[in-house]
């Protein structure tokens, strides 16, 4: 029940700050929601962090995809 109300404060949070607390709170207990909710977190820099950091916890091909071509974009 806790993580369906956390990742229901992804989507429809009211405020950045209640959604990085969501974030954090699922990194806590290890529950990182579908991916299609964390990809629109990271264009907030306020969610930016929490984000990858569940996005990093996500066991899927698409994931890791995404985690290679930002790590790549990054390359100097």
């Known amino acids: ?3 369906r109300a956390l990742e229901a404060l ?3 949070g009211p405020d950045v700050l209640i959604q990085v607390s969501a ?4 990194t806590a207990l290890n529950a990182p929601p ?3 909710q964390l ?3 990271l264009q907030n820099p306020l969610t930016r962090r929490s984000a ?3 996005i990093g ?4 091909r698409s ?5 290679v071509r930002a790590l790549r974009s990054s390359d100097p």
Do not use: N, S
């Open 23 to 26: 974030l954090e709170a699922l």
């Open 57 to 60: 916890r996500v066991r899927h």
């Open 63 to 67: 994931a890791w995809v995404l985690m």
């Open 10 to 12: 992804l989507i429809a």
């Open 39 to 41: 990809v629109p977190l």
């Open 52 to 54: 990858w950091r569940l």
């Open 1 to 3: 029940d806790a993580r």
């Open 34 to 36: 579908p991916l299609p």
